[in-house]
Nanobody
Framework: QVQLVESGGGLVQAGGSLRLSCAAS????????LGWFRRAPGKQREFVAS????????YYSDSVKGRFTISRDNAQSTVYLQMNLLKPEDTAVYSC????????????????????WGQGTQVTVSS
């Protein structure tokens, strides 16, 4: 089992940047494929990005592609989400998720059913 704790959220103006972190504890971090999701008020949870266990392969939703970058540091047991050119519509609670059920070089798609979830961190983008 793994525990996930997000940090780095906050209030930023449109066009600004934030970097979210998700620190993991428990089992070996490199055993997990990882993803970031978000939930805006009154909306369903939305896939943002995912990364393979190796860190080599990534996948992004069309809404963030070119603006957000997912990365991981297996030695630090942390996954990051660098968010640039933020827009008001990026306002949401951002959560990270993990699964041990994928291979080393596999990146999960947006509909994948993750096993573990963090509590989330609020990101608010003002216009």
């Amino acid at each position: 089992q793994v525990q996930l704790v997000e940090s780095g959220g906050g209030l930023v103006q449109a066009g600004g940047s934030l970097r979210l972190s998700c620190a993991a504890s428990g089992r070996t971090f490199s055993e997990y494929g990882l993803g970031w999701f978000r939930r805006a008020p009154g909306k369903q949870r939305e896939f943002v990005a995912s990364i393979s266990r190796s860190g080599t392969y990534t996948y992004y939703s069309d809404s963030v592609k070119g603006r957000f970058t997912i990365s991981r540091d297996n030695a630090q047991s942390t996954v990051y989400l660098q968010m640039n050119l933020l827009k008001p519509e990026d306002t949401a609670v951002y959560s990270c998720a993990a699964t041990p059920r994928v291979g080393w070089g596999v990146v999960t798609g947006p509909m994948y059913d993750y096993d573990y979830w963090g509590q989330g961190t609020q990101v608010t983008v003002s216009s």
